[in-house]
T-cell receptor, first 114, second 113 residues
């Protein structure tokens, strides 16, 4: 059983399109996150949700909108895709109770905008 | 806010030997955790080891151990008896209040057979 699953694993789309990436965790964790990994492998947090409530919203263009229908799901919708959005997007989850909780990551979604 | 710095973009080690990856961090908080994550070519992020700032004893997980120097804000990862499967990107990360895991820029480790 995959603990944190993302779909799709690969996404190739044209500029200007709207796309969504889905994430589901079966660990019973309360907190979920979206991270972006750029071409230089740098990982930066975008959003975090705790039990469906937005907790962290970093400086991200408002074309990116997270949606959490329940605490096991955190989807990422991207409007009007741009070339610079090409990256690997990781979903992650954690129990969220203590600072010592590490994150469990999904396998990532490689988004390529052409 | 916290920052994490990894000054070695690439490292190389001979199979069966030992290698140390460097990491420094900065945080104004007294209660924080430090982590090392491994990212092999499969892209999966794997937690290797974690260290609580309040614990003086260095964490160890099988062949992986850390050298935590709190005063120097240094958190290096030592890999003993390196194996081909250890080849990957290694990320140092820190977490304090706000539950945000902040990553360094990563070190690419190559293992020579």
């Amino acid at each position: 059983d995959t603990a944190v699953s993302q779909t799709p694993k690969y996404l190739v789309t044209q500029m200007g399109n709207d796309k969504s990436i889905k994430c589901e965790q079966n660990l019973g964790h309360d907190t979920m996150y979206w991270y972006k990994q750029d071409s230089k492998k740098f990982l930066k947090i975008m959003f975090s949700y705790n039990n469906k409530e937005l907790i962290i919203n970093e400086t991200v263009p408002n074309r990116f909108s997270p949606k959490s229908p329940d605490k096991a799901h955190l989807n990422l919708h991207i409007n009007s895709l741009e070339l610079g959005d090409s990256a690997v997007y990781f979903c992650a989850s954690s129990p969220g109770n203590t600072k010592g909780d590490g994150y469990t990551f999904g396998s990532g979604t490689r988004l390529t905008v052409v | 806010a916290q920052t994490v710095t990894q000054s070695q973009p690439e490292m190389s080690v001979q199979e069966a030997e030992t290698v140390t990856l460097s990491c420094t961090y900065d945080t104004s908080e007294s209660d924080y955790y430090l982590f090392w994550y491994k990212q092999p070519p499969s892209r999966q992020m794997i937690l290797v080891i974690r260290q609580e700032a309040y614990k003086q004893q260095n964490a160890t997980e099988n062949r992986f151990s850390v050298n935590f120097q709190k005063a120097a804000k240094s958190f290096s990862l030592k890999i003993s008896d390196s194996q081909l499967g250890d080849a990957a990107m290694y990320f140092c990360a820190a977490k304090s209040s706000g539950d945000k895991l902040t990553f360094g820029t990563g070190t690419r480790l190559a293992v020579r057979p």
